[in-house]
């Protein structure tokens, strides 16, 4: 699978999110770290995909989250 890094402007409020795919287990952290500090998205909790899922603990039905 190719990997992409996706940047996501919301125009109403402004938010951004930086999305990573293709990247397997937690690869995605030092592909997106660049994007979201340049943009100063670095703020609360970051959500994995399945992809991420071998190196993470789920904490509920719906979000998957790094716990260290």
């Not at 500090?37 to 603990?57: C, H, M, T, Y």
Request: net charge negative.
């Amino acid at each position: 699978m190719e990997r992409s890094i996706l940047i996501h402007f919301d125009n109403a409020t402004g938010e951004v999110r930086v999305e990573a795919e293709g990247f397997e287990g937690l690869n995605c952290l030092s592909a997106t770290q660049p994007f979201e500090e340049a943009l100063g998205v670095v703020e609360g909790d970051r959500i994995f995909k399945e992809e991420s899922a071998p190196q993470l603990r789920t904490t509920n039905g719906n979000q998957t989250r790094l716990h260290q």
